[in-house]
């Protein structure tokens, strides 16, 4: 895995992303605890796999991401530990370009006026 250049962007992002998962224990989103030893769904592959010795290649919807409150679509910054929160990555998917603001209003169903049903979380 050998990276052509130095980035330093990538760096500051290992960092907030390592701090998030050390600090919070439940997605901002649905408020369920994360189980941070999920890693991929076991025995599932994906269609390029072609490791023998391969447990599985799919990564488990439940496991944890790190994702900005303001996506950086948005204008939100990836660096900045107050804008990251930890999801569950099937949340991070849900959520999409929302904030967690809207995202949770939304999902909790809290802003006064009827939704559409939000689609089913899938599994990417
Ligand atoms: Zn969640
Ligand atoms: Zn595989």
Redesign the pocket.
């Known amino acids: 895995m050998a990276t052509p250049k130095h980035n330093a962007n990538g760096h500051r992002r290992r960092e907030v992303v390592k701090r998030v998962k050390a600090e919070e224990s439940d ?1 901002a ?2 408020d ?1 605890p ?1 189980d941070k030893s999920l890693t991929y769904l076991a025995g599932q592959h994906g269609k390029r796999c072609s490791k023998p010795d391969c447990q599985g290649c799919i990564p488990d919807p439940r496991r944890a991401e790190v994702d900005e409150d303001i996506p950086r679509s948005r204008g939100g910054s990836p660096y900045a530990r107050k804008n990251c929160r930890l ?2 990555r ?2 991070n998917r849900w959520k999409g370009t929302m904030t967690l603001a809207e995202a949770r209003a939304k999902l909790h169903g809290d802003t006064g006026q009827p939704l559409p049903k939000p689609r089913p979380l899938r599994v990417y």
Do not use: F, Q, Y
């Open positions: 997605c989103l649905c369920k994360v999801m569950h099937e949340c």
